[in-house]
């Protein structure tokens, strides 16, 4: 076979993939399966897509298709070739204001269609949880819904058209037809003129569409997807109903690509909300009130009608970070209704706003009514959602794992729906925690389990047969939203009966004869208890680490963490950080997930006596940049950045390290000795021919500028201007790191400079340099040495009356993050970590005070774009930052949407990585200090992207401290 795939790879003109690593990547999607595929497929054009049909249909394969991934029920694994399009096919191809209606390849971001809409005063109205990189073709294939379908429907009611590849790699385009253009379909001599013929003669008898009406789910519930939507082309006069019009694009939806391959889809697009918005939090005593409050309040024009309980919120109570979130509860709810009203004109929104406080008051199920307005109703949105992620952050092998978290039933049978659900849950120890799309009828809930158990491999099935007999009798759908795929397909016959189970069988096998589209899927799927991540009561492999992982249990469990949601695969108009390398490339290898998923497969199925030492493990963590995105934006917290370090300290002890990586690792100390002849050492660094023999032999890009050494070290300007002010606020230490000291020491003497001008007394004592190019190559052994040496001179000077600051954010923000699993002496080192601060962070604090005053400052003029250090983002923030500038009267001051630079510390400089730390770059930063004003100063506190800055843009960026400094009275 794989002389048959080598072939294949030469005649697509887009990537195919067969080798170990990227098989593994794509072995498991966000649902609880794995089965490692044949290849891996990013087809460029149709003709490659058709290539791989071809392909497909003569090898005996399959054509497993995939956009983000985030698939909850195992849509996307799958033994045969992976056929990802979220690369190439990510084209918004055509729009109509008129019809309203844009037409789309299957890869367009649900969120960058919204974005690109906005202009035009319309939106795409299905909204899912992971909208931010959600991709069109999957909300298809799934028919999702999100919290706004009582609204604005689901997908499958947005289908226009659909423009597809049939299993015989025949085009197709399906969209409304009257009867008449059906009958002359079902005349062609293709194979789409079969598919008309076909379903014709399965759908048109009398006692089939009885059948099917007996046995679908009801159809006043609107989010179901159980099996094919066959039921959705019964009113059609040509099948025996009454409507002329029939769309197959209702069918093709939910069906998970089993049916075609979509190529284009036409969506049908509403004008933009109103603006003016109202949320009305119910608070309720018990869930059962708060359910019996759904059918009144829906009798009114809801945009939102969501429910949480009293297990979310109180996820979120202990919150520092969600603490303000918490604004609008009243007491301890067991329950919140949240019911979100809009209208055009505030006279609407005031009189809808009364009708429905009248309602609930008068029902007198709710005991508070708060009434949030506008952004305060984002706020209280993002608590749901923040409660939920916490929820599903459970340290070690118990899990919330998706099996029966899609459930809908009607509105009116909600409450006895719930009521029997919370028996069955309590008879199997679970702890039922209700997140409901109250307005639809739908229920998320997660079973806690352990699936390495054998004994929890058993309650998985268990509960998810009695749930499934729970539905039926309530004539409800297993599913919602989040599609069949393998852990549901099983129960479609018991759900529909086994007629209408082999019609769907049926309805398959006229599609797809040599089911080479995406099998095992809907129909003929395999036992929900098979292929799982994790083989019950297998040994779990012990790996030691030099770093400290008892946060996540372990290295292992803490890849394991990653639950395939894809949130590393935002672009970057969606903002944050992670991940600038799949950004560039837009490769699954190179996103957070992969990198997690690749550890998982080599670390647990490894027989090598060093589980790091293989070569794909190398590959897949290459273009990770150790931005530390993922430790703030995953919502498992994968902390990629340290596991990378980890690994390159592991596969180096097997390996060994380059020169190059060496050199970077021990730049502090070449730095020191190099420093003596700094006039001497710039020259060479600057000299064409000198720096280009440097870079050459150590494999620096070309284009790179090399550092200059300061002329003075920070610790010899110290030693020269000590001060001991009589009266000083406080006395700050402050840690001079090896880059300031060496590289930037003007900055060091502006924040000595702006502290004690500032009447704060200001200490540097000797010790070492803060380890990050050791952290960052690897080098664990030394970082440790450095790390317990800092902890031990700091810990018993440090305090929060005399806090450790510093001006490289990698550098001092070891302290809150690496040293806490390097250092030995835990308890100091987290002391220390509670009083380690950027300098703007304890600026803001002191502003907060009242210590420091903008009348300490000029009143000079001063436009200041910022961009933020990744480090900062992710463990301090950039506020504290734009804060501080923005002191002085006149200095306006706006935060640059940019996520990382590119550079990151040594990154950037290798040659092999220039490309794409430039690609970074040019996403939102570049772009950005390009359109600002000549005059406009650039504030980077990064020393990475200063450099980078000016590489990029020609532009010199200073430090918030230089411009803070510059500006004292």
Not at 201 to 221: C, S
Request: glycine share 6%.
């Amino acid at each position: 076979m794989n002389q048959k795939l080598k072939k294949l790879d030469q005649d697509l003109q887009g990537e195919l993939f067969y080798d170990a690593l990227w098989r593994r990547i794509f072995a498991t999607d966000a649902s609880v399966y794995r089965t490692i595929p044949l290849a891996v497929a990013y087809p460029k054009n149709l003709e490659d897509i058709k290539q791989l049909i071809s392909f497909a249909n003569k090898n005996n394969t399959s054509l497993i298709p995939r956009t983000a991934g985030t698939s909850l029920a195992g849509q996307c694994v799958g033994e045969g070739i992976v056929v990802d399009v979220s690369k190439y096919f990510t084209s918004i191809l055509e729009l109509d204001t008129d019809k309203k209606t844009v037409k789309v390849q299957p890869g367009v971001i649900r969120d960058d269609l919204n974005r690109y809409l906005q202009a035009h005063k319309l939106f795409f109205g299905p909204n899912t949880s992971t909208s931010n990189r959600c991709m069109i073709g999957g909300m298809v294939g799934n028919n999702s819904s999100g919290t706004t379908s009582i609204k604005y429907g689901t997908t499958r009611e947005k289908v226009v058209e659909m423009k597809v590849l049939l299993s015989d790699g025949s085009e197709a385009v399906f969209s409304e037809i009257s009867s008449k253009e059906f009958r002359k379909k079902m005349e062609l001599d293709t194979m789409e003129g079969e598919i008309y013929r076909k379903l014709y003669e399965e759908l048109k008898p009398e006692a089939v569409r009885d059948q099917i009406t007996a046995g679908f789910p009801k159809p006043e519930i609107h989010r179901r997807n159980t099996g094919y939507a066959v039921d959705e082309l019964l009113p059609a006069e040509v099948l025996g109903g009454n409507e002329d019009k029939i769309n197959i694009c209702k069918l093709l939806s939910g069906s998970e690509g089993t049916l075609a391959f979509t190529t284009e889809i036409t969506l049908q697009l509403d004008a933009l909300p109103p603006e003016n918005a109202v949320m009305i939090a119910a608070h309720f005593e018990s869930l059962e009130k708060c359910l019996q409050a759904v059918v009144p309040a829906m009798q009114h024009s809801l945009f939102t009608c969501e429910m949480m309980d009293k297990v979310i919120l109180d996820c979120t109570r202990n919150s520092l970070k969600y603490r303000e979130n918490r604004f609008f509860i009243e007491g301890d709810p067991a329950a919140i209704l949240m019911l979100e009203i809009r209208a055009f004109s505030e006279e609407e929104l005031t009189n809808r706003t009364a009708e429905l406080l009248k309602t609930l008051t008068d029902s007198g199920l709710a005991y508070a009514l708060p009434v949030l307005r506008n952004e305060t109703i984002d706020l209280a949105l993002e608590l749901r959602k923040a409660g939920l992620g916490l929820l599903g952050n459970i340290v070690g092998d118990r899990k919330a794992v998706a099996c029966i978290e899609d459930t809908a039933v009607a509105v009116e049978d909600l409450a006895a729906y719930i009521s029997e659900f919370s028996q069955l849950m309590l008879n199997y120890g679970q702890d039922a925690v209700y997140y409901a799309h109250a307005g639809a009828g739908e229920l998320h809930l997660r079973p806690i389990l352990n699936l390495k158990k054998e004994d929890d491999v058993v309650l998985f099935r268990k509960i998810t047969e009695e749930v499934a007999a729970l539905v039926k009798k309530y004539g409800g759908s297993m599913s919602g939203e989040h599609g069949d795929g393998r852990v549901r397909a099983e129960f479609i016959q018991l759900m529909i009966g086994e007629e209408n189970y082999n019609l769907l069988k049926r309805v398959k096998n006229i599609f797809d004869p040599n089911n080479i589209f995406n099998p095992g899927k809907i129909i003929d799927a395999p036992p929900m208890d098979e292929s799982l991540r994790y083989v019950p009561g297998r040994k779990e492999p012990e790996i030691e680490t030099i770093m400290d992982f008892s946060d996540s249990l372990g290295i292992l469990r803490g890849a394991e963490n990653c639950n395939g949601s894809g949130d590393c695969r935002k672009p970057a108009e969606a903002g944050g950080v992670m991940c600038p390398t799949y950004r560039a490339t837009r490769n699954e290898k190179d996103t957070t997930r992969a990198r997690a998923n690749a550890l998982r497969e080599f670390l647990t199925n490894s027989d090598k006596p060093n589980k790091f030492d293989h070569k794909e493990l190398k590959e897949v963590l290459d273009l990770c940049i150790s931005c530390k995105g993922c430790k703030s934006e995953c919502p498992s917290n994968v902390d990629m950045a340290a596991y990378k370090a980890e690994f390159q300290y592991q596969y180096n002890s097997t390996n060994g390290s380059s020169l190059r990586s060496k050199a970077f690792a021990f730049n502090a100390a070449l730095n020191k000795k190099t420093w003596r002849f700094s006039p001497f050492s710039n020259l060479m660094f600057s000299n064409g021919l000198t720096s280009g023999l440097i870079k050459k032999s150590m494999g620096i890009a070309p284009q790179r500028r090399l550092p200059a050494l300061s002329r003075q070290t920070l610790s010899s300007y110290y030693k020269k201007n000590e001060r001991k002010l009589t009266t000083p606020i406080k006395t700050v230490y402050l840690f001079n790191d090896e880059f300031t000291n060496y590289l930037d020491s003007e900055i060091g003497v502006a924040a000595i400079k702006l502290l004690e001008g500032l009447n704060y007394e200001v200490k540097i004592v000797k010790h070492p340099e803060s380890g990050r190019g050791f952290i960052s190559k690897g080098f664990l052994k030394e970082a440790k040495e450095v790390a317990n040496k800092n902890i031990s001179i700091f810990k018993d000077i440090i305090s929060e009356e005399r806090p450790l600051l510093g001006l490289e954010p990698s550098a001092i923000l070891s302290f809150r993050d690496e040293y806490l699993r390097l250092a030995d002496d835990k308890a100091a080192a987290m002391k220390v970590s509670k009083n380690a601060f950027l300098l703007e962070e304890f600026f803001k604090k002191e502003v907060i005070a009242g210590n420091i005053t903008a009348d300490s400052f000029s009143s000079e003029k001063k436009r200041i774009k910022l961009h933020g250090h990744c480090h900062q983002k992710a463990l301090a923030g950039v506020e504290n930052t734009f804060v501080m500038l923005n002191l002085p009267k006149n200095f306006e001051v706006t935060v640059i949407p940019s996520g990382c630079c590119g550079m990151a510390g040594s990154f950037g400089y290798e040659k092999e990585h220039y490309e794409v730390s430039m690609q970074i770059g040019e996403q939102t930063l570049f772009p950005a200090v390009r359109k600002a004003f000549a005059e406009t100063v650039i504030a980077a506190p990064g020393t990475s992207c200063r450099h980078q800055i000016y590489d990029g843009t020609g532009k010199k960026a200073l430090h918030p401290v230089v411009i803070m400094a510059a500006a004292l009275k």
